[in-house]
């Protein structure tokens, strides 16, 4: 799925928790976007798995939060990388 980046400043990056795979791609991605390694914690999204209750949930760093980086909307890159490269297309705008 190819997503345009948005300039809206009401954008909002959502999951869909049943699509998700837990792969941890889309965090991957971005904090190689924000600091070209692959560290989960520099990303600006994070994906909580809640293997008791069968649950996953998104959180979205929109301000730098201890080490995660605020997502600028892949500022600089053609697309906004986490959802481009969700294999699922579990991830989207709105």
Same mark, same amino acid.
């Given at each position: 799925?190819?997503?345009?980046?948005?300039? +809206?400043?009401?954008?909002? /990056? =959502?999951?869909?928790? @049943? #699509?998700?795979?837990?792969?941890? *791609? !889309?965090?991957?991605?971005?904090?190689?976007?924000?600091?070209?390694?692959?560290?989960?914690?520099?990303?600006?999204?994070?994906?909580?798995?809640?293997?008791? +209750?069968?649950?996953?949930? /998104? =959180?979205?760093?929109? @301000? #730098?939060?201890?080490?995660?980086? *605020? !997502?600028?909307?892949?500022?600089?890159?053609?697309?906004?990388?986490?959802?481009?490269?969700?294999?699922?297309?579990?991830?989207?705008?709105?």
């Amino acid at each position: 799925m190819a997503t345009n980046i948005s300039t +809206n400043d009401g954008f909002t /990056l =959502k999951i869909n928790p @049943v #699509k998700c795979l837990g792969c941890l *791609a !889309c965090v991957m991605v971005c904090s190689f976007h924000h600091t070209k390694m692959l560290n989960p914690y520099y990303s600006s999204i994070e994906i909580l798995r809640d293997d008791d +209750n069968a649950t996953i949930r /998104l =959180k979205h760093y929109k @301000v #730098k939060e201890n080490m995660h980086y *605020a !997502c600028d909307r892949c500022q600089g890159e053609k697309r906004v990388l986490c959802i481009d490269i969700c294999p699922t297309e579990a991830l989207y705008i709105k």
